[in-house]
């Protein structure tokens, strides 16, 4: 058995720890292996052998093959423009090519696209399906539709969720731009505090959870965002953000609503604490580094700076 992945796992469960190679150079050996009479044939052998989040696209002479793994981890849809098919990972890029779009592939399904049209089936055993919740979250395009729902208007009703389950008496509900701005606006809209775009963004700096140093993720939230003093000064401030990793950003958010006079600094975060890494495409640190890993939700408030700190629940947010 192959690992999909770019982590250091126990595979085995015996201790020995093996380091898995690219994604999709462990998929092209095992097609380059294959004996299979076709090059469908010979995806489905390939894949079979993977267990992980996976969505995959190989393009022949003849042939576009897409795959989307058993559990259906990632997205993987269909779309037509005039008399051509296209496949794509979120509905946005459809929209930007002027495509229409078609339908969701099934978790498993093999779709075979060539000159006469296309061929589709589900080319692996029923497995439970496993679609990863942080899409809707986090990562996909907020103009993007995933598995039938509108992904804006899937983070604004987890914000009214979050106010349900944790409300607080505010004068402003900021966002921590920008995948906190459609569960801040639901927050707002739920409690009927004022949502103001507190926080501006300077979208020529990267995301900063992934950079490889402390000093340089510091720095790269001074660059990235700034408070908006006329906004906060003396206001009892709700910062609503999709998640907290090592919780390096948070600190440096809530210090900077302080700085701009904020009276309060309460955080509100549109998703669970993340206690565990994530093994399925996703760059998330080890365990050691997790801040909700490592703490309470009062050890992190403390941490933080913040006047009260919570998350939405796993219930509320299903």
Same mark, same amino acid.
């Given at each position: 058995?192959?690992?999909?992945?770019?982590?250091?796992?126990?595979?085995?469960?015996?201790?020995?720890?093996?380091?898995?190679?690219?994604?999709?150079?462990?998929?092209?050996?095992?097609?380059?292996?294959?004996?299979?009479?076709?090059?469908?044939?010979?995806?489905?052998?390939?894949?079979?052998?993977?267990?992980?989040?996976?969505?995959?696209?190989?393009?022949?002479?003849?042939?576009?093959?897409?795959?989307?793994?058993?559990? +259906?981890?990632?997205?993987?849809?269909?779309?037509?423009?005039?008399?051509?098919?296209?496949?794509?990972? @979120?509905?946005?890029?459809?929209?930007?090519?002027?495509?229409?779009?078609? %339908?969701? #592939?099934?978790?498993?399904?093999?779709?075979?696209?060539?000159?006469?049209?296309? %061929? =589709?089936?589900?080319?692996?055993?029923? =497995?439970? @399906?496993?679609?990863?919740?942080?899409?809707?979250?986090?990562?996909?395009?907020?103009?993007?539709?995933?598995?039938?729902?509108?992904?804006?208007?899937? %983070?604004? %009703?987890?914000?009214?969720?979050?106010?349900?389950?944790?409300?607080?008496?505010?004068?402003?509900?900021?966002?921590?731009?920008?995948?906190? #701005?459609?569960?801040?606006?639901?927050?707002?809209?739920?409690?009927?505090?004022?949502?103001?775009?507190?926080?501006?963004?300077?979208?020529?700096?990267? $995301?900063?959870?992934?950079?490889?140093?402390?000093?340089?993720?510091?720095? +790269?939230?001074?660059?990235?965002?700034?408070?908006?003093?006329?906004?906060?000064?003396?206001? $009892?401030?709700?910062?609503?953000?999709?998640?907290?990793?090592?919780?390096?950003? =948070?600190?440096?958010?809530?210090? *900077?609503? $302080?700085?701009?006079?904020?009276?309060?600094?309460? *955080?509100?975060?549109?998703?669970?604490? #993340?206690?565990?890494?994530?093994?399925?495409?996703?760059?998330?640190?080890?365990?050691?580094?997790?801040?909700?890993?490592?703490?309470?939700?009062?050890? *992190? $408030?403390?941490? *933080?700076?913040?006047?009260?700190?919570?998350?939405?629940?796993?219930?509320?947010?299903?």
């Amino acid at each position: 058995e192959m690992c999909i992945g770019d982590r250091r796992q126990d595979l085995a469960g015996n201790g020995h720890i093996f380091q898995t190679i690219s994604d999709t150079e462990v998929v092209l050996h095992l097609y380059a292996r294959s004996k299979a009479p076709t090059p469908q044939d010979a995806i489905v052998e390939s894949v079979a052998q993977v267990h992980g989040a996976f969505s995959l696209v190989l393009l022949t002479k003849d042939l576009l093959i897409a795959v989307r793994d058993p559990h +259906g981890f990632r997205p993987l849809v269909l779309g037509k423009l005039g008399d051509s098919l296209v496949v794509c990972s @979120e509905t946005c890029a459809l929209d930007i090519i002027g495509a229409e779009f078609a %339908r969701d #592939t099934s978790p498993g399904e093999l779709v075979v696209i060539d000159g006469s049209g296309v %061929r =589709s089936k589900v080319s692996f055993p029923k =497995s439970p @399906e496993r679609f990863c919740v942080f899409e809707y979250i986090y990562f996909a395009r907020p103009d993007s539709v995933i598995e039938g729902a509108n992904v804006y208007e899937a %983070r604004k %009703r987890i914000g009214a969720e979050l106010a349900r389950e944790n409300g607080v008496d505010a004068d402003v509900v900021i966002p921590v731009p920008d995948s906190g #701005t459609p569960a801040a606006m639901g927050y707002a809209s739920e409690t009927g505090i004022p949502f103001e775009l507190g926080i501006i963004r300077n979208h020529y700096v990267g $995301r900063t959870f992934i950079e490889p140093a402390d000093n340089i993720r510091h720095l +790269g939230v001074k660059l990235k965002q700034n408070a908006s003093r006329a906004v906060i000064e003396g206001k $009892r401030v709700v910062l609503v953000d999709d998640s907290i990793v090592r919780g390096t950003t =948070s600190v440096k958010i809530v210090e *900077m609503m $302080r700085n701009a006079g904020a009276k309060e600094v309460h *955080m509100r975060i549109s998703s669970p604490p #993340t206690t565990y890494s994530c093994f399925y495409g996703v760059d998330t640190p080890e365990r050691d580094q997790l801040l909700a890993a490592q703490h309470s939700v009062e050890e *992190m $408030r403390e941490f *933080m700076g913040a006047d009260s700190l919570a998350f939405v629940s796993i219930e509320g947010l299903y």
